[in-house]
């Protein structure tokens, strides 16, 4: 069973700070990583996508990398009450299934 | 146009119904996957499918099988339909390659009751 944890929440940050969230991961063999953001009773919809140790910018996101630790993180620069929602870290190895963690759901407060 | 469609988006069934959920695309992507998600557990992993001619069991396969008849087009059955199978149900596409970015649809809201 491929593991993949996130750190609990809820997280509550005030809006304009950063939010940083974290993702633990059992496979070594993992290739992608991937962030999704999920609205209450919507779908998951992909945020970042990171394949190489390191950092990757997107706008106010960052995905952060480090492959020997197995941890990928994920930091919302400037957050806005819109970015209100639950994020979801997943996995994929080389047979193209992805593992999800459980999720980790941010709130801004304005 | 909804590049990832699911239908129907909410149904209420009773206990011993067979129900069917319907997922198209116009991505073009070759694979395709059916999760459901329940309120603390995250998404598992029903079926997925590679191509027309491949169909995979996921982590929680029991009680549920899928029908992939076409490349667009991959639907999932409930053959009994019991209470603990009330969840959030997603398809999901990706294409051919090692990446794996899944697109999801927005989901079917099934209640057993």
């Known amino acids: 069973q491929k593991e993949v944890e996130q750190n609990s929440g809820p997280l509550s940050v005030p809006e304009g700070a950063i939010a940083s969230l974290n993702c633990t991961y059992s496979d070594r063999g993992s290739q992608s990583f991937f962030w999704y953001r999920q609205y209450s009773g919507k779908s998951p919809e992909l945020i970042m996508f990171?394949?190489?140790?390191g950092d990757k910018e997107d706008g106010r996101f960052t995905a952060q990398l480090n492959k020997a630790s197995q941890y990928v993180s994920l930091l919302i620069r400037d957050s806005q009450p819109s970015d209100s929602a639950t994020y979801l870290c997943a996995v994929s190895s080389n047979d193209y299934k992805l593992s999800f963690g459980a999720g980790t759901t941010v709130t801004v407060r304005a | 146009d909804a590049d990832v469609t699911q239908t129907p988006r909410n149904r209420i069934t009773k206990t011993g119904k067979r129900i069917m959920l319907e997922c198209s695309q116009t991505k073009g992507h070759d694979r395709m996957y059916w999760y459901r998600q329940d309120p603390g557990l995250g998404l598992r992993l029903i079926y997925y499918?590679?191509?027309?001619?491949?169909?995979n069991k996921g982590e929680i396969s029991d009680g549920y099988s899928v029908s992939r008849q076409a490349q667009a087009k991959f639907s999932l059955s409930l053959e009994s339909a019991i209470p603990n199978q009330t969840a959030l149900y997603f398809c999901a596409t990706s294409e051919r390659g090692i990446r794996n970015e899944q697109f999801f649809g927005p989901g079917t809201r099934l209640t057993v009751l």
């Open positions: 990171i394949y190489s140790n």
């Open positions: 499918s590679f191509d027309v001619k491949d169909i």
